[in-house]
């Protein structure tokens, strides 16, 4: 079974980016298989899509090249003309339309879900390339950060009033660190 998809990033660019873990170290690759990709997208609310090999190897491609541009903006990294023109490509194809949910309490926006009919893979990785290009051009590209434990790699942004958020999840990462700083003070 595959592992886990962290839904930390506040983001749907980051959520997607962090589809491949542990970067620093063996790298995590949590899409193996075409099916691995469609369920991604099925929990990141995006839709019911069919995927093939193809896609699989297009999403991983676009994927990197969010993430190189996400570390580029943070000064991490080599701003390559090839990543933009990638994600650039991808966010001028044809997108999901918009539509809005009616949830079970409230009314709620969906921007990039579109139920009926469905949207196909290309259109799922076509928003993913927009809203890339929204988060990196946009408001919230200052607050991008890396988790502070060494090898997890995870990008989030930082909402937090304090602007002073360290971990991808106080349940994990921020946990251990907890500890690490106990065990060092007893
Ligand atoms: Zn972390």
Same mark, same amino acid.
């Given at each position: 079974?595959?592992?886990?998809f =962290?839904?930390?990033?506040?983001?749907?660019?980051?959520?997607?980016? +962090?589809t491949?873990?542990?970067?620093?170290?063996?790298k995590?690759?949590?899409?193996?298989?075409?099916?691995d990709?469609?369920h991604?997208v099925?929990?990141a609310?995006?839709?019911?899509? &069919?995927?093939?090999?193809?896609?699989l190897?297009?999403?991983?491609v676009?994927?990197?090249?969010?993430?190189?541009?996400?570390?580029?903006?943070?000064?991490r990294?080599?701003?390559?003309?090839?990543?933009?023109?990638?994600?650039?490509?991808?966010?001028?194809?044809?997108? =999901?339309?918009p539509?809005?949910?009616?949830?079970?309490t409230?009314? /709620?926006?969906?921007?990039?879900?579109?139920?009926?009919?469905q949207?196909?893979?290309?259109?799922?990785?076509?928003?993913?390339?927009?809203?890339?290009?929204?988060?990196?051009?946009?408001?919230?590209a200052?607050?991008?950060?890396e #988790?502070?434990?060494?090898?997890c790699t995870?990008?989030?942004?930082?909402? +937090? /009033? +304090?602007?002073?958020?360290?971990? #991808?999840?106080?349940n994990s #990462?921020?946990?251990?660190?907890?500890?690490?700083t106990?065990? &060092?003070?007893?």
């Amino acid at each position: 079974m595959t592992a886990a998809f =962290p839904f930390v990033g506040g983001r749907v660019t980051l959520n997607f980016v +962090s589809t491949l873990g542990k970067r620093s170290t063996e790298k995590l690759e949590r899409l193996r298989t075409p099916e691995d990709l469609a369920h991604w997208v099925e929990l990141a609310g995006l839709g019911s899509i &069919s995927t093939d090999e193809a896609d699989l190897k297009a999403a991983r491609v676009l994927r990197e090249a969010l993430y190189t541009l996400t570390m580029a903006t943070l000064n991490r990294g080599p701003l390559r003309r090839a990543d933009v023109n990638l994600v650039n490509e991808w966010a001028a194809r044809e997108t =999901p339309a918009p539509a809005l949910a009616i949830g079970r309490t409230q009314v /709620r926006a969906t921007p990039l879900r579109r139920r009926d009919p469905q949207p196909t893979a290309s259109e799922v990785l076509a928003a993913l390339a927009r809203d890339g290009i929204e988060l990196l051009s946009g408001p919230d590209a200052g607050s991008i950060r890396e #988790c502070e434990d060494p090898g997890c790699t995870l990008l989030f942004v930082d909402t +937090s /009033r +304090s602007h002073r958020r360290r971990w #991808c999840s106080m349940n994990s #990462c921020g946990a251990r660190a907890k500890m690490r700083t106990l065990r &060092s003070t007893q």
